[in-house]
C-alpha cells in the first residue's frame, strides 16, 4: 500500500514538473518570437509542401475513379488499340516496363478495325462471357424544333448497354431489350442536352432530330459532373439502338467498340484469355504472328493508375524532404542557442534538484512546439488556398483528416528528433560549471 502512495507522489511529482517545464518553454517561445518565427518557416514550407501533395494526389485519385466508375469493374474491351503500350509479340505491358516503353500508335493505326461482324463471333462462341456490347459513336448536332445543340456524341449500341455502363436516369427509362433489337427509333439523352435543348420543358415523350431522322426520347441521365477521366461524358451524349444508329447514320458496316464482362465466378483475366485466342480465330491469325488487335482490362489500368500516383507521391516525399531538413537542421541549431542563452538558469534549476528528464523534457517541448506550429502554419495556408481557390464543384479536392494527422506526425517526429541532441547537452550540464558560465 506505501509502495503504490509512493508511485502516485512519485507520478504526481512528474506531471507538475512537465506542466512547469513545457509553461516554461512556451514563455521562452513567446519572449523570442523572431527566431520562433524562423524556426517555424522551414517546417511550415515542408508540411505544406508533402500536405499539399498528399491532396493533390488523393483528389486525383478521387476523380480517376469517378471516371472508371461509370464502367464496369471487371469490363474488358476489344480493341484496335491498347490502354498500354505492348512487347514485340503483342502482349500488354502492365509492369514498370510499360512507362518506359514507347506508345507505337502508328503501327496500332494500321491495324483493321473491330466491327459488328466480330461481336457476333465472339457473342455465339464465348463460354466465359456474361454478355457483350458493341458500339459505335459519331458527333453531330441534335435538333428539337427551332433549339440546336452543339456537336454532342451520338452513341449506338446493343442491348447490353445497361450492363456494361453505370448510368442512372434520372427522368423516364432505359431503353428496353425489344427497342435494342428491333432497331427502334429511341434516344435517352444527357443532362446538358436536355437542357440545351429543352430548357425547363419536360423532355420525356419529345421527338428529336438527328440527321433529319425524328427520335422519341424515353429518358434523361443523371447529371454526372466533369472529371479529369471523364471517359463516356454522358452529361453531352446521346445514346440510340445499334440498328437505329446503323440506319440513321447510313453505315453499311461501322467500326466501333466491343466490351465484355465475364460471368461470375470468371475472372478477367481468365476472360482475356479466352477471348484472345477467338479473335486470332476470327481473324486466321496463324501460331507465331502477332496479334492484330488488344484486349484491354480496365481493372488493370487502374492499378497502373495506382503505380502512378504512389510514384508521385514519392516525388512529394523526397521534395517535402528537403524543407523538412533544413526545418530539422534550424530548429536544433536554435535550440543549441536557448541551450547557451540558458546555461545559467539550467545550472540553477539542477541546484535546487531538477531531475535530467525535467530539463529535458523542457527543450523537447520547445522543439516539439516549434514543429507542431509550423506544421499547423503549412496546414492553414493549404486550407486557405483551397477556400479561396476557384475549383470547380465538380472535382474533389479536399484536406482530409488523415493528411492533416499525417502532417502534423511527421512535424512533431521532426521536432523531436531535432531537439534530442540539444537537450541532452542541456540536461548533462554540471551544476557549477553552469552557474559559473559566463
Known amino acids: 500500500m506505501k509502495e503504490k502512495k509512493s508511485l502516485i507522489k512519485k507520478g504526481r511529482v512528474v506531471l507538475i514538473q512537465l506542466k512547469e517545464g513545457i509553461t516554461f518553454t512556451w514563455n521562452e517561445l513567446k519572449n523570442n518570437k523572431f527566431r520562433t518565427f524562423l524556426s517555424l518557416l522551414g517546417v511550415s514550407i515542408g508540411i505544406f509542401t508533402i500536405v499539399a ?29 491498347p490502354m498500354t503500350p505492348e512487347d514485340e509479340d503483342g502482349n500488354p505491358l502492365t509492369d514498370q516496363a510499360s512507362m518506359n516503353m514507347e506508345y507505337r500508335w502508328w503501327d496500332y493505326m494500321k491495324r483493321p478495325d473491330i466491327t459488328y461482324n466480330h461481336f457476333k463471333f465472339l457473342k455465339a462462341n464465348s463460354k466465359l462471357a456474361e454478355d457483350f456490347l458493341f458500339a459505335y459513336g459519331a458527333s453531330t448536332r441534335v435538333k428539337y424544333g427551332r433549339n440546336t445543340s452543339g456537336e454532342v456524341n451520338v452513341s449506338c449500341t446493343t442491348s447490353a448497354f445497361e450492363k456494361m455502363l453505370k448510368i442512372n436516369i434520372d427522368r423516364g427509362r432505359m431503353i428496353t431489350k425489344a427497342e435494342f433489337d428491333e432497331g427502334s427509333l429511341v434516344a435517352i439523352i444527357g443532362n446538358a442536352v436536355a437542357s440545351s435543348l429543352f430548357q425547363e420543358e419536360d423532355p420525356i415523350g419529345k421527338m428529336i432530330k438527328i440527321k433529319g431522322y425524328s427520335v422519341t426520347v424515353v429518358g434523361v441521365i443523371e447529371k454526372q459532373g466533369e472529371s479529369i477521366t471523364n471517359f463516356t461524358d454522358t452529361d453531352n451524349a446521346v445514346y440510340i439502338p445499334y440498328l437505329a444508329g446503323k ?12 466490351d465484355a464482362i465475364p460471368k461470375e465466378g470468371v475472372t478477367s483475366q481468365e476472360l482475356s484469355q479466352e477471348l484472345r485466342q477467338l479473335m486470332r480465330q476470327a481473324r486466321r491469325i496463324r501460331p507465331g504472328q502477332k496479334n492484330d488487335f488488344s484486349i484491354n482490362e480496365f481493372a ?13 507521391k514519392t516525388v512529394g516525399w523526397i521534395i517535402a524532404a528537403f524543407s523538412l531538413l533544413i526545418g530539422g537542421f534550424g530548429i536544433a541549431n536554435i535550440m543549441f542557442v536557448s541551450v547557451k542563452e540558458r546555461t545559467k538558469i539550467i545550472g540553477i534549476q539542477k541546484a535546487l534538484g531538477a531531475k535530467r528528464y525535467f530539463i529535458m523534457t523542457q527543450f523537447l517541448a520547445e522543439a516539439l512546439i516549434l514543429a507542431v506550429a509550423g506544421a499547423l502554419a503549412g496546414i492553414l495556408l493549404i486550407a ?35 531537439g534530442i541532441l540539444p537537450a541532452w547537452s542541456a540536461a548533462r550540464l554540471n551544476p557549477v560549471d553552469a552557474i559559473n558560465s559566463k
Request: charged share 15%.
Open 300 to 312: 488493370t489500368l487502374t492499378d497502373m493508375l495506382d503505380k502512378i500516383l504512389g510514384i508521385i
Open 53 to 81: 501533395i498528399f491532396t493533390a494526389v488523393d483528389a486525383l485519385k478521387s476523380n480517376v475513379r469517378k471516371g472508371f466508375e461509370s464502367f464496369s469493374n471487371n469490363l474488358v474491351q476489344i480493341s484496335k488499340w
Open 247 to 258: 440506319m440513321v447514320f447510313g453505315l453499311r458496316e461501322p467500326d466501333g467498340e466491343l
Open 384 to 418: 486557405i488556398i483551397l477556400w479561396i481557390a476557384p475549383i470547380p464543384a465538380e472535382y474533389d479536392v479536399h484536406l482530409t483528416f488523415s493528411n492533416i494527422l499525417s502532417g502534423v506526425a511527421i512535424a512533431s517526429t521532426i521536432g523531436i528528433l531535432s
